[in-house]
């Protein structure tokens, strides 16, 4: 019997659909059905000068949009050639690590809220807030920012700023403990969580499977680490690993992912508190559209001898890997912008990691997951 | 003494007597007969029951609410009437007013009948459960066994309903209902066999009498647990919830089911939550008596029985939120291993207690621990 | 590995079916092929090479003849490659890489929804976002944003 989960279903709400092929409870096959959201993004980017683009990047992934706008951000400073003043580049990160947590902690809110916990759904929205409300403070946006610039960042950090950030991330820390304690405490957490939706690494490779999912399988890949973006190679962490590659595995990863974070965003706020500077380049061509590019020193009407090139970035985004490529042919708007999401991929090896369960276990699977659909479809 | 079917038959008298006042000669003498004043007692005592009953239950509601906002770090209903206690009253209102649409495909008969015979059922088992000594349908001796074949209907109704709104997650949360109740039944009905042996009869308001000397809760603490959780099974709560899963189900059997039909299911649920939480209270935790060194003052105000009653009621369902609030939803094979590898040998356990209890007389220890007042 | 290194193994072995391997910053280097050599070029690169991890495909319009691009990363060099192949603008295909990653399973599926490049030999070859039946392949220069008939969804027909 074919089940759809989704669309109007309170799993996907409304955003996706799941067809399962059941044979009583087991889960025989899957079919993930996608394109709900699809808002033709890369299309659009076609027509957009650099930085409207950033405003699409908020709305591809809504729980992530600082993360976007950073990935968008590196490919086009490529593809153009500018080099970003170095504080703008800690404030990048800064704000990329506060995303992941805010990310984090929505897909902690959703994800025990499908396994049945109630409260826990709200301590993590409660606590989210907070990581809102700093956003708020320094991009003036709670959800979709326009905050980071081909060349810098819109603005500079508000006056007070690091204290504020500081206390929050002293307050968050106390509650991962207390997250903790609500599942892993919990018997019925791990009956429900563990050894399910078990995707070995070998597999998770194959599959294209990246991010906290291939991370719990025991690998130790961290485009952070590995291929270091930004000023990641200037800032110590760990890699948050775990080796039961099932549901319980991801929670522990997305864990010590938000503890991490945390320690990166200190030494980013010590850093920022010793280096006041400016944080947008100097010279940036016009036609970027940035609010504050100086006037004189473009080439606005005279030459028009715009720079071509390619640009390729890859980051590591709250959901997996993230990708973009820009093509620049020599004009105000991009010729091709291509991106990778990591979830697409990861919903696609559902295929691979969901049958033989039943289909009381798709929530907490595919709530491992973290579906944002937005980033999925585009 | 006050019973309920006392004042019922006050009522009855005097509405009665009101109308012969004013009926020809012919028809007062029969409106004074005792075989009318009794009958329409009897559909009085039903009314008061029903209009008891619901307003439990609305108010169940809203406590469960509060208690749940309150765990959950906000504050519950807080807008209509004080503190939001007319909240649900408004939500009903709105649930009445909303049309009921059937799907083209599913079966007229069951799809009506189900919530009708759901609601039925819950509210038929107020009509034997004591609230306090004479404030129940009379004494039968077999009060306790009448109310859980009661109790154990819905899940037969909840199938009806499922299989016939023709809907795949509906007839999946049939089925895991069908398949609870299996888990479920056997354990709670040999934990309460474990009460009828000390107690020695089916009857509520015997129970009750004969914990004068001891909670049940305390000699068959393990039956009180495998209760409880039968109970939260049998209420269909988190963590046992499964026909009603939302995440994988929708709503589970009830996903076809709108307005005014939803609202049955709704008030079913809690009003077998209030029947599950009484039955815990009655067979227990000494029903609508306290312990005798409780200062007489609080028990010798009119109606004290009952609202001590109530007070212990709200608690019990108190629990069960609580557990609602801080456990994740378990699955259904894991329910069935629960039911019969730790729920059946643990009732089995409490039953050789409990004939223990019997043998040996209750130990000394357990009088001075709740002490019961008449 | 550096670029010449890359291009001095690859030359090795396809020859001038490598149409040429061009510094990227950042990446490893971009691998101009002919599509004919595709699936022998994919296998290399996974066996000989490292590259066990398909990141991306895609594909560009260049209105009188089109692209397909791949980025593949080597867990073993910590590297990004990409290789980028010029099909013809009329009937465009190339043979599927869900042989080597299967992971290609998806990445293809919208390259063919959204640009209309036709992989050869994929299990599963349909559109991903947009409707099935859809007359468009959105990605496409000729496709207009905001005309009218676009915005009709034809129903699926099952």
Redesign the interface.
């Known amino acids: 019997m074919w089940v759809n989960m989704g669309p109007q279903h309170p799993m996907t709400h409304g955003l996706w659909n799941l067809r399962v092929r059941i044979e009583g409870e087991i889960i025989k096959d899957v079919e993930p059905e996608l394109g709900f959201l699809h808002r033709g993004i890369e299309k659009i980017s076609e027509d957009r000068h650099y930085n409207e683009i950033i405003t699409l990047m908020d709305r591809t992934c809504y729980v992530a949009g600082l993360a976007w706008e950073h990935l968008f951000i590196l490919a086009a400073e490529q593809a153009l050639h500018i080099t970003p003043p170095e504080r703008s580049e800690y404030i990048r990160v800064l704000a990329s690590e506060l995303q992941r947590i805010a990310s984090h902690m929505m897909w902690y809110a959703a994800f025990v809220q499908d396994l049945g916990l109630m409260s826990p759904f709200l301590y993590g929205m409660r606590d989210r807030d907070l990581v809102l409300d700093l956003f708020q403070s320094f991009t003036g946006g709670r959800l979709t920012y326009e905050y980071m610039r081909v060349g810098g960042v819109r603005n500079d950090l508000p006056l007070g700023f690091t204290g504020q950030c500081r206390r929050v991330l002293d307050w968050l820390i106390d509650r991962f403990v207390e997250y903790d304690h609500l599942c892993l405490a919990s018997t019925i957490f791990h009956e429900r969580c563990d050894g399910l939706g078990v995707l070995p690494a070998p597999e998770a490779v194959a599959y294209g499977v990246t991010g906290p999912m291939l991370r719990s399988a025991g690998s130790h890949r961290d485009l952070r680490k590995d291929r270091p973006y930004s000023v990641y190679d200037r800032l110590q962490f760990d890699v948050a690993t775990a080796t039961s590659a099932d549901v319980t595995g991801r929670y522990l990863v997305r864990m010590e992912e938000m503890r991490q974070s945390v320690r990166i965003s200190r030494q980013c706020l010590d850093w920022l508190d010793d280096h006041p500077g400016p944080v947008l380049a100097a010279q940036l061509p016009r036609w970027l559209g940035a609010p504050y590019a100086p006037v004189g020193n473009e080439s606005y009407l005279l030459k028009r001898n715009y720079p071509t090139g390619l640009g390729f970035s890859m980051i590591e985004e709250p959901h997996g890997e993230a990708g973009a490529y820009v093509v620049n042919d020599g004009g105000e708007h991009p010729y091709r912008v291509k991106f990778r999401s990591p979830v697409l991929i990861n919903v696609w090896a559902a295929k691979r990691y969901l049958p033989g369960y039943r289909v009381a276990d798709i929530p907490p699977i595919m709530g491992s997951v973290d579906v944002c659909v937005g980033e999925c479809d585009r | 003494m006050v019973t309920l079917f006392s004042v019922s038959n006050t009522l009855s008298a005097a509405l009665l007597g009101a109308l012969a006042h004013i009926l020809p000669t012919p028809l007062n003498g029969w409106a004074t007969s005792s075989g009318v004043v009794t009958g329409l007692a009897a559909l009085i005592f039903g009314a008061i029951l029903l209009a008891a009953s619901m307003l439990n239950t609305i108010l169940l509601i809203w406590w469960e609410r509060k208690l749940?906002g309150r765990?959950?770090?906000?504050r519950g209903a807080m807008h209509v009437g004080y503190a939001g206690l007319l909240q649900n009253f408004a939500d009903g209102l709105k649930l009445f007013r909303k049309d009921t649409v059937r799907p083209g495909q599913a079966d007229p008969l069951g799809f009506w009948l189900s919530p009708t015979a759901y609601m039925v059922t819950s509210l038929l088992i107020f009509g034997v459960l004591p609230i306090s000594t004479g404030w129940n349908g009379g004494s039968l001796p077999l009060t306790l066994l009448l109310a859980l074949v009661i109790f154990s209907f819905a899940p037969l109704f909840i199938f009806l309903g499922a299989w016939a709104s023709n809907n795949?997650?509906s007839l999946?949360g049939g089925m895991r209902s069908a398949a609870q109740m299996i888990a479920y039944e056997v354990p709670i009905l040999l934990a309460v066999v474990a009460v009828v042996i000390v107690a020695g009869s089916f009857d509520l308001t015997t129970i009750v009498q004969e914990q004068r000397d001891y909670w049940f809760a305390v000699p068959l603490f393990l039956a009180l647990i495998v209760f409880l959780t039968g109970m939260l099974a049998e209420m269909e709560r988190?963590?046992f919830?499964?026909p009603e899963?939302?995440?994988?189900?929708?709503e589970g059997w009830n996903t076809e089911y709108g307005g005014m039909l939803f609202a049955f299911f709704m008030l079913a649920d809690y009003l077998r939550a209030l029947v599950g939480s009484i039955l815990v209270v009655l067979l227990f935790l000494g029903g609508w008596t306290l312990p005798s060194y409780v200062p007489s003052v609080l028990t010798s105000f009119p109606l004290a029985g009952i609202v001590w009653f109530m007070v212990k009621t709200y608690i019990v369902f108190g629990i069960f939120v609580w557990i609602?609030?801080?456990?994740?939803?378990?699955?259904?094979?894991?329910l069935l291993k629960l039911g019969w590898m730790r729920m059946v040998p643990l009732a089995l356990l409490s039953i050789v207690l409990a004939t223990l209890v019997v043998k040996a007389g209750c130990p000394p220890v357990l009088h001075c621990v709740p002490p019961m007042g008449g | 590995m550096q670029t010449n290194e890359l291009a001095a193994s690859l030359t090795s072995r396809f020859d001038s079916r490598i149409l040429g391997v061009d510094g990227f910053p950042g990446l490893l280097g971009r691998v101009r092929f002919e599509p004919a050599i595709a699936l022998d070029l994919f296998r290399t690169f996974r066996d000989d090479l490292g590259f066990s991890h398909l990141t991306m495909v895609g594909g560009i319009d260049w209105v009188d003849h089109r692209e397909v691009f791949y980025a593949l990363w080597s867990d073993a060099d910590r590297v990004y490659v990409m290789l980028s192949a010029n099909l013809p603008a009329e009937a465009p295909s190339i043979a599927s890489a869900v042989p080597i990653w299967p992971s290609a399973n998806a990445h293809e599926r919208e390259t063919w929804d959204l640009v209309g490049i036709r992989f050869e030999g994929h299990p599963d070859l349909r559109r991903i976002f947009m409707p099935e039946g859809y007359a468009y392949h959105p990605l496409l220069r000729s496709f207009k944003i905001f005309e009218p008939e676009d915005l009709e969804v034809k129903v699926r027909s099952e």
């Open positions: 749940l765990f959950m770090d906000r795949k997650y999946i988190i963590p919830d499964l899963a939302e995440a994988e189900l929708v609602r609030a801080s456990l994740p939803r378990i699955r259904t094979d894991q």
